[in-house]
């Protein structure tokens, strides 16, 4: 079981870098056609590519799907989802008069149409990601082991991988980089409990659509927001444990 987990991972750890190995070879004043530089457009399709391969050779590709929809979208994740968004647009509405950043929803955001633009292209690609990192990876390692595993070696994984996208294209030093870290780190074990609650791609990938878009206030002060909201669900989770025991 470990050892398809650690395959699965260098493979696409390895061809997700491929991606970016052209534009890497620009920056360092190699002379690259322009057509192989497009490569980092398949990026985001390298995990869900391996997956279907995995799933596939394993004879599982039907089960692999029909877990990605295990349940009925709820009200509840449905909620969640809302919360979530509005959380995020409040912190980032707060972060932007406290620092006197009146355009820091303009900025990001121009048009109406760039956010109708942006939020399809942010969900199509958070479901393509969603389906391979939490719908395959973390669905299978949590059904043969512990949850718990699933969710570090997931957020691990997941992060790492980001990893070329920061350095190559967004040219983001070691500090930016590790804040970024910690911050897919955190994300990753909140979307991935999400989704082993409520079994659904689709509102597991609106959750991580909505987090692309809400928060949008800088890295460290969303990771700080996110470590406090972590510590409070945990604070509270416990008083509920010791409520139910008394």
Do not use: Q
Request: glycine content about 6%.
């Amino acid at each position: 079981m470990y050892l398809w987990t650690v395959l699965w991972t260098i493979i696409v750890w390895l061809i997700s870098f491929i991606c970016y190995l052209p534009i890497l070879l620009e920056k360092n004043g190699t002379d690259v056609p322009k057509a192989l530089t497009a490569f980092k457009y398949l990026f985001v399709i390298v995990p869900l590519a391996v997956s279907a391969i995995f799933a596939a050779y394993c004879r599982g590709f039907k089960k692999w799907l029909l877990g990605l929809f295990s349940e009925k979208i709820k009200a509840r994740s449905i909620f969640f989802c809302a919360a979530a968004g509005a959380i995020g647009l409040a912190f980032s509405f707060v972060y932007s008069l406290t620092v006197n950043e009146p355009n820091l929803f303009t900025y990001s955001y121009p048009t109406f149409f760039s956010v109708i633009v942006g939020s399809a292209y942010l969900f199509v690609t958070a479901l393509a990601e969603e389906s391979a990192w939490r719908g395959f990876l973390l669905n299978g390692l949590s059904e043969s082991g512990s949850t718990t595993f699933a969710l570090i070696y997931t957020g691990i994984a997941w992060a790492v991988w980001h990893i070329p996208m920061w350095t190559i294209r967004n040219s983001l030093g070691l500090g930016e980089t590790a804040l970024y870290f910690v911050w897919t780190f955190l994300l990753s074990f909140v979307i991935g409990k999400f989704f082993l609650t409520y079994k659904n791609v689709i509102t597991t990938a609106l959750l991580h659509t909505l987090f692309n878009i809400c928060f949008i206030a800088p890295v460290p002060y969303n990771t700080a927001l996110l470590v406090l909201a972590a510590a409070a669900v945990f604070v509270w989770w416990h008083k509920m444990g010791r409520y139910r025991k008394s």
